[in-house]
């Protein structure tokens, strides 16, 4: 069963202009990760987070997590059409499994 | 980053055949993988873990005879989706962790997918 859910669904924005993309999670976790999907394609994985981390930046990307609140952030920056994708954030379970979110929808319109 | 390759790429076929898609770690050993479903603009569903060596465990609702899971080696495993029905098109990805020794970077490696068209 899924216990992410990432908010909003879908996203339109404009080149340049910052994204963000919002998860939430409802059980204890390992680690929570964000995976970028072109239409069609495999997962591409962005960035980890610890549960012992708040914050993590990589490139473009920013990622902080809030273990109290159960959610986590994905920020990219400055963002470009080729950032046009479906972004999911997964929570590992202690590796036992991973479990994805319903996923939001970016659009960067040039 | 690791490779996972997965095949064939798409697959279409009449219904009540099986069909079978690879899964491989093609530059690490992964003694668990993982089996998803996606359907349109969905997120992705886990069916089942696939152990090397042992069997897969599956996820709540997904049919063991249905999708039968094989995980022989450490750098293979299989989904064979038997006798298949068109409620069974869909895209199924396969994931794998890289276990680097005792340490586990965490990260899943992913396929590039297989859409099934069941006709």
């Known amino acids: 069963s899924q216990q992410g859910e990432e908010d909003p669904q879908a996203l339109s924005i404009q080149e340049g202009e910052n994204a963000t993309m919002n998860c939430s999670y409802k059980?204890?976790?390992?680690?929570l990760q964000w995976y970028r999907q072109n239409s069609g394609r495999g997962l591409v994985h962005l960035i980890l987070?610890?549960?012992?981390?708040r914050e993590k930046h990589s490139g473009r990307l920013r990622v902080t997590l809030d273990t109290s609140k159960k959610s986590s952030s994905l920020l990219i920056t400055a963002s470009r059409a080729a950032d046009t994708a479906s972004y999911f954030c997964a929570t590992d379970n202690y590796g036992q499994n991973f479990v994805f979110g319903p996923g939001t929808r970016l659009s960067v319109l040039p | 980053g690791a490779v996972v390759s997965q095949h064939p790429s798409w697959v279409i076929c009449k219904s009540g055949t099986s069909v079978k898609i690879e899964c491989r770690s093609l530059d690490f050993q992964a003694t668990t993988m993982f089996w998803y479903r996606q359907f349109p603009k969905q997120s992705l569903m886990l069916m089942a873990t696939?152990?090397?060596?042992?069997?897969?465990?599956?996820e709540q609702g997904v049919e063991k005879d249905k999708f039968l899971i094989n995980h022989a080696s450490l750098t293979l495993s299989t989904l064979t989706v038997t006798s298949a029905h068109p409620e069974d098109s869909s895209f199924y990805i396969c994931?794998?962790?890289?276990?680097?020794?005792?340490?586990?970077?965490?990260?899943?490696?992913f396929g590039e997918g297989s859409r099934l068209t069941v006709l």
């Open positions: 994931s794998a962790r890289d276990h680097l020794g005792v340490v586990d970077t965490g990260e899943l490696f």
């Open positions: 696939s152990n090397e060596g042992s069997k897969a465990t599956y």
């Open positions: 987070i610890r549960s012992n981390e």
């Open positions: 059980t204890s976790i390992n680690n």
